[in-house]
T-cell receptor, first 115, second 114 residues
Framework: NAGVTQTPKFQVLKTGQSMTLQCAQD?????MSWYRQDPGMGLRLIHY???????DQGEVPNGYNVSRSTTEDFPLRLLSAAPSQTSVYFC??????????????FGQGTRLTVV | GDSVTQMEGPVTLSEEACLTI???????????LFWYVQYPGEGLQLLLK?????DKGSNKGFEATYRKETTSFHLEKGSVQVSDSAVYFC?????????????FGQGTILTVHP
């Protein structure tokens, strides 16, 4: 099983450039999320989606766009890269069973450096 | 808003030592609680979870009990191995409109020496 696949694994951007981080899952999960991981701050939610065509902002959405045209894919777009966006980005998909039973599955991450 | 606080790290132990990583949370309602582990160069994996008060999650010798009265979910292992070296994250999730969203603690780096 592929699970959650993120591409690329590493990326260097110049300030002002734009790019798209790809995320795909093959588990037919309705819920997908993007997080960024920074030292000493854990993971913070950027955007999430509860199904195809439905997205919402998380804790740190500024400078990022998302769309969800299919259940499988949830790309994250950086509109104009800034050094503050240097981070490790993780995509996750989640199932929910019943009222409380849920589990998130994570991709391997994308290490992004903005110079 | 909801938040998760983990003990300050990093933690360095010798093999076969006992491990406790403290985790406390602030949240309304009845969140589900999780411990995720991140091995070097990899994504996060679910280690264990608990969905209601007094539940005990366990996996690979690790345990954590959901204590609503102290809003805690401390991770414990009786005898650590070198292969347990990783970053450990405590997290919570709530139902309703928050499905699929996790709130994480800052992470605790664990290093186990032979």
């Amino acid at each position: 099983n592929a699970g959650v696949t993120q591409t690329p694994k590493f990326q260097v951007l110049k300030t002002g450039q734009s790019m798209t981080l790809q995320c795909a899952q093959d588990m037919n999960h309705e819920y997908m999320s993007w997080y960024r991981q920074d030292p000493g701050m854990g993971l913070r939610l950027i955007h999430y989606s509860v199904g195809a065509g439905i997205t919402d902002q998380g804790e740190v959405p500024n400078g990022y766009n998302v769309s969800r045209s299919t259940t499988e894919d949830f790309p994250l777009r950086l509109l104009s890269a800034a050094p503050s966006q240097t981070s490790v980005y993780f995509c996750a998909s989640s199932y929910v069973f019943g009222r409380t039973n849920t589990e998130a599955f994570f991709g391997q991450g994308t290490r992004l450096t903005v110079v | 808003g909801d938040s998760v606080t983990q003990m300050e790290g990093p933690v360095t132990l010798s093999e076969e030592a006992c491990l406790t990583i403290n985790c406390t949370y602030t949240a309304t309602g009845y969140p589900s609680l999780f411990w995720y582990v991140q091995y070097p160069g990899e994504g996060l994996q679910l280690l264990l979870k608990a969905t209601k008060a007094d539940d005990k999650g366990s996996n690979k010798g690790f345990e954590a009990t959901y204590r609503k009265e102290t809003t805690s979910f401390h991770l414990e292992k009786g005898s650590v191995q070198v292969s347990d070296s990783a970053v450990y994250f405590c997290a919570l999730s709530k139902g309703g409109t928050s499905y699929g969203k996790l709130t994480f603690g800052q992470g605790t780096i664990l290093t186990v020496h032979p």
